[in-house]
């Protein structure tokens, strides 16, 4: 599994710094799960005679290792069952099952509603999507794991978009093809570039002090990227377009002014 990175950006540093910032101001409500040592799953999965005996097992769990799933205390049993409790691989892997498996939870029509049990504002959106009607039909469309792989996913945009949304719509295929891809391209190259002022502005007033309204005003202008990050999901581009249009204008004004200051001291 190829790992994806940042430097793909043209933003790269800011991004990364972005990417800080939003992890950092993020206000996790999830549960907090059981501790590592307690799971079955990971003490397993982990053994490095897997890199020898089963690459593409040992791949999965890297893959998991470096996600932000982790980070957040996310494990293998919220997303494939099981029993976590259990060292037998038997008894572990009772309601695990592989992808192509409709009992899978992680079979393709599964996914939404796995994913959705924390992601669900997100997922409610994608239920309204073409791409949702055409995969709960079957159709060669994508699923959550399609764009954001298996547990890892962030999903940066030249790969979203020249990869994925690319790999199905070419032409006028499946509908509008190249169309929709040229315009989401742009759509998340101004959500990349959003990402990037929200991050600078950010590190910039929190070590320069906040004036006026700048900090509640970047708050919901956060709060807006992540709509629409949501309600992209929806696939519905002309809003998305507008909205990312908007959002970017008013970022690039407070970028403008934090810039000057910065230039002037
Ligand atoms: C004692 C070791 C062990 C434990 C414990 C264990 N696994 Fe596995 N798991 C394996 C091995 C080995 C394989 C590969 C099996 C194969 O290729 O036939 C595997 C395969 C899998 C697969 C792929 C399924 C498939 O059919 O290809 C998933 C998903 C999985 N495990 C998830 C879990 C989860 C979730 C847990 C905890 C609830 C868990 N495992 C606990 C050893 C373990
Ligand atoms: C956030 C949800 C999530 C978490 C957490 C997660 N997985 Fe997965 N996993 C998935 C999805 C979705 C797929 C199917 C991806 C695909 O199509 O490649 C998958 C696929 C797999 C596969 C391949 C299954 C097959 O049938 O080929 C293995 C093995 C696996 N995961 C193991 C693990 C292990 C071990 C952990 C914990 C260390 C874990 N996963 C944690 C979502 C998750
Ligand atoms: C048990 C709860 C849970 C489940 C199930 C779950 N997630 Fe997550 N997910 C989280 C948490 C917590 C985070 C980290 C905080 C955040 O970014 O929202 C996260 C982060 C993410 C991110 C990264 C967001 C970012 O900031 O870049 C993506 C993408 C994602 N999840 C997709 C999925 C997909 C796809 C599935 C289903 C295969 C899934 N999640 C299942 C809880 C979950
Ligand atoms: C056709 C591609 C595609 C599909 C299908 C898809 N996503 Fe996304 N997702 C994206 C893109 C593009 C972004 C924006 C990423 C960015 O800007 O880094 C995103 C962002 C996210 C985020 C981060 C939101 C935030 O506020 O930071 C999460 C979580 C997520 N998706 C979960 C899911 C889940 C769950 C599913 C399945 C129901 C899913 N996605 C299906 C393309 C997709
Ligand atoms: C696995 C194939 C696949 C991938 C990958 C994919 N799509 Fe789609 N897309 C489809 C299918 C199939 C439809 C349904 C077409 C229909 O309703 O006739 C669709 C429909 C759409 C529609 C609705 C078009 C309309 O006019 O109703 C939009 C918008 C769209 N996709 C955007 C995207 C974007 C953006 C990406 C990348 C982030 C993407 N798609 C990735 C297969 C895919």
Known sequence: MASR????????????????????AMVLTWGVPASAADSGCETCHSQTKFFAQNKRLYDYYQDWLTSPHREAGISCEQCHGGNAAAVDEQKAHE?????????????HRNQPSTCGKCHARLVEHFTHSAHHKALMGDAAAPNCSTCHRAMNRKPYFFDIVDNACRACHVGTSPKNG??????AHDILHRLNVSKGYL???????????????????????RERYHDILATGHSFDLQQADRASIELLAELKSIFRKAWKEKASN
Do not use: H, M
């Not at 950006?9 to 992890?23: D, E, H, K, N, V």
């Not at 190249?178 to 315009?183: C, F, G, H, T």
């Not at 002090?209 to 919901?220: A, D, V």
């Open 5 to 24: 990175s940042f430097a793909t950006s043209p933003l790269g540093s800011i991004a990364t710094a972005a990417a800080l910032a939003t992890c950092l």
């Open 95 to 107: 309601g695990v099952f592989g992808i192509s498996n409709p009992n899978s939870r992680v079979f």
């Open 178 to 183: 190249q169309a929709v891809a040229d315009i």
């Open 199 to 221: 991050g600078w502005t950010t590190v910039y007033y929190e070590t320069n002090g906040w004036p006026g309204q700048t900090k509640q005003q970047l708050t919901s202008l």
